[in-house]
């Protein structure tokens, strides 16, 4: 009796035996959970013993408001960009180093938020109208420039699927470009705001801009608010 018809083995292709040898994430996600630690943990410095005179303590601490509000906005910002970070990286199973480059990116634009930060805070203590427009508007840059390197991100692991986690497309990485482009859009107008109308008003679109990138931590598929909105499919999906 003949032996069967054998299959013949797929072909690995360069790019894919390329993506084999390619590290895993952990040391990227150590060193980048460490870097979010020093970022949160600088921002408590802006919050100085304030200078008082005898009985007057409580005073003295309600003048530091400033510092407070931009401490908490600050605190809860890195603590979103951290969360955003995390679910990202439970879609990458290798880093090359284009990745590697991309991922330093997402990681300087956490780091610059303590400066304007402080600016913020000293502007809206001390400052004059015109200096409180100026440091909204370094924050909504300072947050438009995270945003595009997270535009960065999504668009290169669009284009490299031996990167990705089992399970995930490259449809699905592009499904995920709205969430940066509607960041640096509405950072720039929130700058705009803060420029042209008020400071408080530029700071509030911060704010939102804040909470929206907290809802979508998981991406606009996996987080609350992909259940709002309909799915179309990709042909990336059944890759």
């Known amino acids: 009796m003949p032996d069967p018809p054998q299959t013949p083995p797929t072909p690995v292709t360069p790019a894919a035996r390329d993506a084999d040898d390619l590290p895993g994430t ?23 013993s ?4 005898r009985g007057h303590l409580a005073a003295a601490l309600g003048d530091q408001w400033a510092a407070y509000l931009a401490f908490i906005v600050s605190f809860v910002y890195v603590g979103v960009i951290w969360l955003n970070h ?16 991309i991922n330093l ?3 300087l634009g956490a780091v610059i938020i303590p400066f304007p930060t402080a600016v913020i805070a000293a502007a809206f203590a001390d400052g004059s109208d015109q200096d409180q427009r100026v440091a909204i508007a370094l924050y909504a840059g300072a947050a438009a420039l995270m945003s595009a390197a997270w535009l960065g991100a999504f ?8 990167l990705l986690a089992e399970g995930t497309t490259t449809g699905y990485m592009r499904q ?34 804040i909470v929206y990138h907290a809802v ?4 606009l598929r996996d987080g609350p608010l992909g259940r709002l909105i ?10």
């Open 230 to 239: 309909p799915r179309r499919p990709s042909r990336d999906d059944t890759a």
């Open 86 to 101: 995390h679910a990202l990286f439970r879609h990458i199973a290798r880093l090359d180093l284009g990745l590697n480059w």
């Open 155 to 162: 668009a290169y692991l669009s284009r490299r699927p031996g």
């Open 26 to 48: 952990r040391r990227a996600e150590a060193f980048s959970d460490g870097v979010f630690a020093i970022v949160i943990t600088l921002l408590i410095l802006e919050l100085a």
């Open 105 to 107: 990116g997402l990681l």
């Open 176 to 209: 995920q470009f709205s969430r940066p482009v509607t960041g640096i859009a509405l950072y720039v107008i929130s700058g705009l705001a803060g420029w042209f109308i008020s400071p408080v008003a530029g700071l509030a679109l911060i704010i939102g801009m």
């Open 216 to 219: 979508t931590s998981e991406g």
């Open 50 to 53: 304030p200078h008082f005179e």
